[in-house]
T-cell receptor, first 117, second 114 residues
Framework: DVKVTQSSRYLVKRTGEKVFLECVQD?????MFWYRQDPGLGLRLIYF???????EKGDIPEGYSVSREKKERFSLILESASTNQTSMYLC????????????????FGNGTRLTVT | GNSVTQMEGPVTLSEEAFLTINCTYT??????LFWYVQYPGEGLQLLLK?????DKGSNKGFEATYRKETTSFHLEKGSVQVSDSAVYFC?????????????FGQGTRLTINP
């Protein structure tokens, strides 16, 4: 079974702190993703990576950065945490799509609930 | 841009009732369509998928048919159980930069009462 592990289940940080959210997958997946989940808004893509050291912005990258130094690990960084970044953060991974058929399922971690006070 | 719209929740049903959760989408090209489920305290899990028009995805008694003419992918189950209580997300997949991007609906919370 694919396992995507997020290092923290709950985090409480202060405004202005630098925050690191870590994610590790054990299935040698090329693609990794960070989403945030907010009530009524569903999941929104922050950043994704399709290879080591590669990163691409998603729909809401402002205030975030990412790092992928190893294939199995994808880190989300909040450079200076703000209260509007209080949310549930979900990491996911997948194999790349095959040819023109982009239907590889995403495998999600259990999420990190971040509260910024 | 690509988007997914789900029926608003929460939805509350009695055990053994029939379930429909509506999902419509807007997309260019021919996206793959998915339903994911999130049980309390867990991440999302793939429930079912369909990759082309008229495909039917099915799993655990749930079904959804990819309807290109109505741009819909409604989730149905004939007889729900208490264990089906969860949040359900409809999503579409489109290719970007050698990967795939999943665009999610807002989620529908389902509660099944015994």
């Amino acid at each position: 079974d694919v396992k995507v592990t997020q290092s923290s289940r709950y985090l409480v940080k202060r405004t202005g702190e630098k925050v690191f959210l870590e994610c590790v997958q054990d299935m040698d997946h090329e693609n990794m993703f960070w989403y945030r989940q907010d009530p009524g808004l569903g999941l929104r893509l922050i950043y994704f990576s399709y290879d080591v050291k590669m990163k691409e912005k998603g729909d809401i990258p402002e205030g975030y950065s990412v790092s992928r130094e190893k294939k199995e690990r994808f880190s989300l960084i909040l450079e200076s945490a703000s209260t509007n970044q209080t949310s549930m953060y979900l990491c996911a991974s997948s194999f790349p799509g095959q040819g023109s058929s982009y239907n590889s399922p995403l495998h999600f971690g259990n999420g990190t609930r971040l509260t910024v006070t | 841009g690509n988007s997914v719209t789900q029926m608003e929740g929460p939805v509350t049903l009695s055990e053994e009732a029939f379930l429909t959760i509506n999902c419509t989408y807007t997309a260019t090209g021919y996206p793959s369509l998915f339903w994911y489920v999130q049980y309390p305290g867990e991440g999302l899990q793939l429930l079912l998928k369909a990759t082309k028009a008229d495909d039917k995805g099915s799993n655990k008694g749930f079904e959804a048919t990819y309807r290109k003419e109505t741009t819909s992918f409604h989730l149905e189950k004939g007889s729900v159980q208490v264990s089906d209580s969860a949040v359900y997300f409809c999503a579409l997949s489109t290719p970007i930069q050698g990967a795939q991007k999943l665009v999610f609906g807002q989620g529908t919370r389902l509660t099944i009462n015994p």
